[in-house]
Every structure is written in C-alpha cells, then in structure tokens.
C-alpha cells in the first residue's frame, strides 16, 4: 500500500509542471474592465492599468493568436486617442500594458495580426467566427493599423508579405472613404500603414 501511495505521488509531481506549463488557445478575458463593479471602485489611473495585467502565468502561455486577440480586445484599446496621435497613444499604452510588451517578443505576431486585419469591414469583422470585440469599431480599426505598422511587426513581414497588404490597405482606405463612421483620422491611420509598408 505505501509503495502504490508513493508511485501516485510520484506520478503527480510529474504530471502537475505538464498541466501548468499547457498553451493557452484560448483569448483572454479581462475579469476586470470598464462597466465592471470592481472597475467602478478603482480610482487612479495606476490603479486601472494594474487590474488589466495579464498574470505572468497566463501571459507566457498564450499562443501567439490568443494574445493577438487579446491585445485586440485589449478595454484600454481607445487611449490611443487620448494624445495628438494614435502613435503617441501607441507607444505610451506599450509601457502600461504587459500584452503588448510580450506581443513584440512574438515572432508570427505580424501574421496573425495580417489575417485578422483582412477580415475587417466598415461596421465590424467580415468574419464571425474571429469572436473579437467590435466595440468603438472605427477606433478599434485604427487600433488593428497602429499595431501594424510597428517595427517589431514591420521587420516580421516578408516583401511580399507587404505587398500584398498595401492593396488590402487600398481596399480599405475605399472602405473607409464611402463611409460616413470614419472621420479624417481613420484615414490617416490607413494612409500611414500603406506608406510604412511601401517605403
């Protein structure tokens, strides 16, 4: 009886590093985010940023489309209008926010990131299967072109990966001209992503 209780034992402390150390396909779900009760009781912006960390364990695990997707629904996503810029909102979010950190460290990020960014439309994703957040869809549009032209995602991106982006963003800058949701700053962001990937 003592040697089968110290066989189980053994075979749990091998069996428990395997099912902690499992990847994450799933997105992650922010337990706490604007419209939350426990949101409604943080007070400094300090503290809102801490409560949209992804705990270190959760973070390393993800595979590269779930922290995409994750990045994407990402509740602080419309700071980035916060600023003269949607760049400056860019880069001061990327110092607030640990996913965008880990996604800049994701060599296939860009890929991901280009697929996702085909399946746009002008009211939301052509796509219903993608299950990402639509809310503020014209902001969360530039967001999905901010992210793109970065340099970690711009020196992942073959030539003719790039080339065959610049006629979706021409596509989409069409999209955005039609319609009357997108304001001049939308096209800025399109404008932007079709001159960074042709120079």
Known sequence: MKRMKLIFFV????IIPCVKGQVISQTYDFPIKPGTTEWSGL???SERFNAMQI???ILSRLTTLA????CLNFPAFGYITAYENSQTGFVILATKFNG???LANR???ARHLINIYKETGETGFL???LHLDEKYWTIKFNWIEILLTQNKMLSSISNEDKKNLLIICQDKFKIKQIS???SLDGLKSTAFLMVTFNS
């Open 11 to 14: 075979c749990s402390l091998l």
């Open 43 to 45: 007070v400094t912006e």
């Open 55 to 57: 705990p270190d364990d």
């Open 67 to 70: 922290l995409v997707k994750t």
């Open 100 to 102: 965008l950190k880990e």
């Open 107 to 109: 060599p296939n990020a």
């Open 127 to 129: 796509s219903p299967n």
């Open 180 to 182: 009357e949701d997108f």
